[in-house]
């Protein structure tokens, strides 16, 4: 039996719940089985930037006194961390960092956990000093990332890989 995955701070398109929820189940509707997976959080030392052209943003080291907001996203089981790595792709790159976990309510609790960052590893040109926000994401974007994305699901694998030698990996998208 395999131990659970390692948590993820996620900050960006993720963040949108309809998202995540499609990301990790392959339905968009089920956010109540996944918001449960999440508390908001916080990193610091780290900024948030769009990307020239791109609905989704880009974090990257910065000053100390910086942070970005998101969630501390705790997966079940191993199949949908790796779903959530075949979504980020090969642009982003799984970086160990120290998570600061709120209070619904946005108070501050005395918990900071290790988890992984998708960390930009893209073309730096594509970055902007200009700020990227959830709240316009959702308003502008999102229905149409969600029809974009009708009818496929991320793959991630199963449960039980790892012993089945190659190609078990399961990245990648499926038309259902």
């Given at each position: 039996?395999?131990?659970?995955?390692r948590?993820?701070?996620?900050?960006?398109t993720?963040?949108?719940?309809?998202?995540?929820?499609?990301?990790?189940?392959?339905?968009?509707?089920?956010?109540?089985?996944?918001?449960?997976?999440?508390?908001?959080?916080?990193?610091?030392?780290?900024?948030?930037?769009?990307?020239?052209?791109?609905?989704?943003?880009?974090?990257?080291?910065?000053?100390l006194?910086?942070?970005?907001?998101?969630?501390?996203?705790?997966?079940?089981?191993?199949?949908q961390?790796?779903?959530?790595?075949?979504?980020?792709?090969e642009?982003?790159?799984p970086?160990?960092?120290?998570?600061t976990v709120?209070?619904?309510?946005?108070?501050?609790?005395v918990?900071?956990?290790?988890?992984?960052?998708?960390f930009?590893?893209?073309?730096t040109?594509?970055?902007t000093?200009?700020?990227?926000?959830?709240?316009?994401f959702?308003?502008e974007?999102?229905?149409?990332?969600?029809?974009?994305?009708?009818?496929?699901?991320?793959?991630?694998?199963?449960?039980?890989?790892?012993?089945?030698?190659?190609?078990s990996?399961?990245?990648?998208?499926?038309?259902?």
């Open positions: 039996m395999s131990s659970r995955p948590p993820v701070f996620i900050y960006g993720l963040c949108a719940m309809p998202l995540l929820t499609w990301a990790l189940t392959g339905d968009a509707s089920n956010v109540t089985a996944v918001s449960k997976l999440v508390q908001p959080a916080k990193v610091y030392g780290y900024a948030r930037f769009s990307l020239r052209n791109r609905d989704y943003p880009a974090v990257i080291k910065h000053e006194d910086s942070s970005v907001d998101g969630y501390l996203l705790i997966p079940e089981i191993t199949s961390r790796k779903k959530l790595d075949d979504f980020e792709g642009v982003y790159e970086t160990p960092v120290s998570v709120f209070e619904s309510d946005g108070s501050p609790r918990e900071v956990v290790e988890a992984d960052i998708y930009w590893a893209g073309d040109s594509i970055l000093t200009d700020p990227w926000e959830l709240e316009i959702e308003r974007k999102l229905e149409s990332w969600l029809d974009l994305f009708e009818g496929m699901e991320l793959v991630g694998g199963s449960e039980g890989e790892g012993s089945e030698g190659e190609g990996e399961g990245k990648g998208i499926e038309r259902g």
